[in-house]
């Protein structure tokens, strides 16, 4: 028996390199054993220690061989699972890869379908840690801190760390565990030893305040028992301040559901009564809006395709009124929808440094959309984009049309395919006829390039900064044109 002793629990790169060794060397998985230091494990009575730059009997090594990606992924997330055999299942993997290459595809094989269910396991813990940390304030030597108390499910402090320092930059925070604990200081993230409970403060003064807010965001027509635990376990109950007042809600609930039935409808804004029978009026008749503000009016009113239900409102265009270019996008997205202005997200950010590269001053254009409302669909607390099918974007050309009626554009940039379509009436081929001007039947040109929410989506720092010089030639030309 060959056995070797890692560093640490999560000791990713000792594992790596033991497993590597044991492979090349020929040990068989029943041959051999990893476990770490100071753990309490028995040595067994035949057990030999690897010595470092072990290769084992030179007679049974074999060639050097490599294995996919996606194993050594599965590897660094399953070796953060607490089950004691972790080390092993893995090693059991590799041993197999040499002569099965596209043995992680197998998902029905019984120990790649254990490694997955086990990686599951410790990314749904990383997850938790993410939403059910509470920090809690104290005061040092150096001012105003935060301290956090956590027990995971499993091994993912070092893992989920990251996203604290990301999500709390400015303030210095630590975050203590049973495995480990993670430190922020404003400049370095570190890593220490375990700690215990009562290393971590139990109260603080905002406290009070955050259970009465989660007492009074509770709705009691909406619970749900056993998905509410689903997603956040009991297990995780001692370290919420809020989880307290979860009894008391539940066995209330019933009472508050009732009250909340019989209590009489509140009256309607007296504002919005006023303003939306008249846009209304002004869709189901079909009059053409005088200006840009009654048409604004009109969309926040559309009920032409069902994107309304989800949107919180309708997004118009913004610019000049009587710009000698027009940019079209395809429709608004989270950004947009919150603050009721096109362009002012991610794409936004991008199309403006854009412009900007390409002489054209954002204030002198008209930025508008194909479609006026958000389409979405929930994920969790995030609402991904979803692309407009063609219905909702035929419904929609009636608000844009309106809008190249009354601002006149000579010029008239498609950015991507949804807004080519609802110009164009067809659907066009992006990439092969991008920067060709094509005539509209109101005068003006129309030019065809990529949204900038596709330079988002392009992994590779080369092939992103190659589109971004495509989109900023195609800005050019359209300077140049309208000059």
Same mark, same amino acid.
């Given at each position: 028996?060959?056995?070797?002793?890692?560093?640490?629990?999560?000791?990713?790169?000792?594992?790596?390199?033991?497993? #590597?060794?044991?492979?090349?060397?020929?040990?068989?998985?029943?041959?051999?054993?990893? #476990?770490?230091?100071?753990?309490?494990?028995?040595?067994?009575?035949?057990?030999?220690?690897?010595?470092?730059?072990?290769?084992?009997?030179?007679?049974?090594?074999?060639?050097?061989?490599?294995?996919?990606?996606?194993?050594?992924?599965? !590897?660094?997330?399953?070796?953060?699972?607490?089950?004691?055999?972790?080390?092993?299942?893995?090693? +059991?993997?590799?041993?197999?890869?040499?002569?099965?290459?596209?043995?992680?595809?197998?998902?029905?094989?019984?120990?790649?379908?254990?490694?997955?269910?086990?990686?599951?396991?410790?990314?749904?813990?990383?997850?938790?840690?993410?939403? *059910?940390?509470?920090?809690?304030?104290?005061?040092?030597?150096?001012?105003? !801190?935060?301290?956090?108390?956590?027990?995971?499910?499993?091994?993912?402090?070092? +893992?989920?760390?990251?996203? *604290?320092?990301?999500?709390?930059?400015?303030?210095?925070?630590?975050?203590?565990?049973?495995? &480990?604990?993670?430190?922020?200081?404003?400049?370095?993230?570190?890593?220490?030893?375990?700690?215990?409970?009562?290393?971590?403060?139990?109260?603080?003064?905002?406290?009070?305040?955050?259970?009465?807010? %989660?007492?009074?965001? *509770?709705?009691?027509?909406?619970?749900?028992?056993?998905?509410?635990?689903?997603?956040?376990?009991? +297990? %995780?109950?001692?370290?919420?301040?809020?989880?307290?007042?979860?009894?008391?809600?539940?066995?209330?609930?019933?009472? $508050?559901?009732?009250?909340?039935?019989? @209590?009489? !409808?509140? =009256?309607?804004?007296?504002?919005?009564?006023?303003?939306?029978?008249?846009? $209304?009026?002004?869709?189901?008749? =079909?009059?053409?809006?005088?200006?840009? =503000?009654?048409?604004?009016?009109?969309?926040?009113?559309?009920?032409?395709?069902?994107?309304?239900?989800?949107?919180?409102?309708?997004?118009?265009?913004?610019?000049?009124?009587?710009?000698?270019?027009?940019?079209?996008?395809?429709?608004?997205?989270?950004?947009?929808?919150?603050?009721?202005?096109?362009?002012? &997200?991610? @794409?936004?950010?991008?199309?403006?440094?854009?412009?900007?590269? !390409?002489?054209?001053?954002?204030?002198?254009?008209?930025?508008?959309?194909?479609?006026?409302? *958000?389409?979405?669909?929930?994920?969790?607390?995030? #609402?991904?984009?979803?692309?407009?099918?063609?219905?909702?974007?035929?419904?929609?050309?009636?608000?844009?049309?309106?809008?190249?009626?009354?601002?006149?554009?000579?010029?008239?940039?498609?950015?991507?395919?949804?807004?080519?379509?609802?110009?164009?009436?067809?659907?066009?081929?992006?990439?092969?006829?991008?920067?060709?001007?094509?005539?509209?039947?109101?005068?003006?040109?129309?030019?065809?390039?990529?949204?900038?929410? %596709?330079?988002?989506?392009?992994?590779?720092?080369?092939?992103?900064?190659?589109?971004?010089? @495509?989109?900023? #030639?195609?800005?050019?030309?359209?300077?140049?044109?309208?000059?």
């Amino acid at each position: 028996m060959r056995v070797v002793t890692l560093q640490s629990e999560i000791d990713f790169d000792g594992w790596r390199k033991a497993a #590597r060794d044991f492979r090349l060397a020929g040990v068989e998985p029943g041959s051999a054993r990893f #476990r770490v230091a100071g753990a309490d494990q028995q040595t067994g009575l035949f057990d030999t220690p690897a010595h470092p730059g072990f290769r084992g009997d030179e007679r049974k090594k074999e060639e050097s061989f490599s294995v996919p990606k996606p194993f050594v992924d599965l !590897a660094e997330g399953v070796i953060l699972h607490r089950s004691d055999d972790r080390f092993d299942l893995m090693y +059991r993997l590799l041993w197999r890869l040499r002569d099965e290459p596209n043995l992680i595809k197998v998902t029905s094989d019984i120990d790649v379908a254990d490694a997955l269910e086990r990686a599951k396991n410790v990314s749904r813990a990383s997850h938790k840690m993410k939403a *059910f940390v509470r920090f809690r304030e104290v005061e040092d030597d150096q001012g105003q !801190a935060w301290v956090a108390w956590f027990e995971p499910a499993h091994r993912v402090v070092e +893992r989920t760390a990251p996203f *604290f320092m990301r999500r709390f930059t400015t303030m210095r925070w630590a975050i203590l565990t049973p495995d &480990g604990s993670a430190a922020w200081d404003g400049h370095d993230l570190a890593f220490g030893p375990p700690a215990t409970r009562d290393m971590a403060p139990q109260d603080d003064e905002i406290e009070e305040f955050w259970k009465t807010y %989660y007492a009074s965001t *509770f709705n009691p027509a909406r619970l749900r028992t056993k998905a509410m635990q689903g997603e956040m376990a009991k +297990r %995780y109950w001692a370290n919420l301040p809020e989880a307290s007042l979860i009894p008391e809600l539940i066995a209330a609930s019933a009472v $508050r559901t009732e009250t909340m039935v019989a @209590a009489p !409808a509140p =009256a309607p804004n007296e504002r919005f009564a006023r303003v939306v029978p008249a846009a $209304r009026t002004l869709v189901e008749d =079909a009059a053409p809006p005088l200006d840009l =503000a009654v048409l604004n009016k009109g969309v926040q009113a559309c009920r032409r395709c069902p994107l309304w239900r989800d949107a919180t409102q309708g997004v118009c265009g913004e610019g000049p009124r009587q710009a000698k270019l027009m940019i079209v996008g395809e429709q608004p997205g989270d950004h947009e929808d919150l603050s009721g202005q096109p362009f002012v &997200g991610p @794409a936004g950010q991008v199309l403006d440094a854009a412009l900007a590269e !390409a002489g054209i001053d954002r204030s002198d254009v008209y930025v508008t959309n194909a479609v006026k409302h *958000f389409k979405h669909e929930p994920r969790g607390k995030r #609402r991904l984009h979803k692309t407009p099918d063609t219905p909702e974007i035929v419904a929609c050309r009636w608000w844009l049309d309106n809008e190249r009626r009354l601002v006149k554009p000579q010029v008239v940039v498609a950015l991507g395919a949804t807004a080519g379509l609802s110009l164009l009436h067809r659907r066009p081929a992006v990439t092969k006829e991008r920067g060709q001007p094509m005539p509209l039947d109101d005068g003006s040109t129309a030019i065809l390039t990529v949204h900038p929410s %596709y330079l988002l989506r392009i992994p590779d720092e080369d092939g992103r900064a190659r589109e971004r010089a @495509a989109l900023v #030639r195609d800005l050019r030309a359209v300077r140049e044109r309208l000059a």
